[in-house]
């Protein structure tokens, strides 16, 4: 148990549609990220917060977006869904924002299934 | 940019076989080296790391040398078990910037009896 929990753990859902997916980090961990794993693209950083914060952009559609709360917890917002989007969406934590040696552990993941 | 290659699975051993997963990397500066294990139905764990030339990151049997002058990161086990069955991904953290993980495509591993 890497001490990453994502809710909910599997989801299907209907094109067109809007889904919101929950993350909360390790105790202590400021830094979260988003990151989507699918057959065809592999494992693709989306997003990072530190501290309620954007800090990095990687792959993510503009009709994703991303947000930490105060109390860190953070939530990914998939709209306009796609059968596309299909994948496996994981958030990850790490203590601190970047640099040497920074390790990050990851939730179970997110299955999103659109039809 | 930054990028990960590994050796495309899957790949097929005996229990107790040795086991090599080849690594390589692009990237900028000194990065740090991952390596994690996802197991059928369950999402990413931290296997093992490295964080600077010839360290040997080390678990559970498994251990991976970051080798700057061949930039590579090989996986290697002495003897495999079945428990081991699970994909592999290689990754890298860019030193330079904020610490997110470039992913190489992951390596199946199946072990039978």
């Known amino acids: 148990d890497s001490g990453v929990t994502q809710t909910p753990k599997h989801l299907i859902t209907a094109t067109g549609q809007r889904v919101t997916l929950r993350c909360s980090p390790r105790s202590g961990d400021l830094s979260v990220y988003w990151y989507q794993q699918s057959l065809d693209q592999g494992l693709q950083f989306l997003i990072q917060y530190y501290n309620g914060e954007e800090r990095a952009k990687g792959n993510i559609l503009e009709r994703f977006s991303a947000q930490q709360f105060p109390d860190l917890h953070s939530e990914l917002n998939l709209s306009s869904l796609e059968l596309g989007d299909s994948a496996l969406y994981f958030c990850a934590s790490s203590e601190t924002e970047g640099f040497t040696g920074n390790t990050i552990y990851f939730g179970e993941g997110s299955w999103l299934t659109v039809v | 940019g930054n990028s990960v290659t590994q050796m495309e699975g899957p790949v097929t051993l005996s229990e107790e076989a040795f086991l090599t997963i080849n690594c390589t990397y692009t990237?900028?500066?000194?990065?740090?080296l991952f390596w994690y294990v996802q197991y059928p139905g369950e999402g990413l764990q931290l296997l093992l790391k490295a964080t600077k030339a010839d360290d040997k990151g080390s678990n559970k049997g498994f251990e991976a040398t970051y080798r700057k002058e061949t930039t590579s990161f090989h996986l290697e086990k002495g003897s495999v078990q079945v428990s081991d069955s699970a994909v592999y991904f290689c990754a890298l953290s860019d030193n330079s910037g904020y610490s997110t993980l470039t992913f190489g495509k992951g390596t199946m591993l199946l072990v039978s009896p």
């Open positions: 990237a900028t500066g000194y990065p740090s």
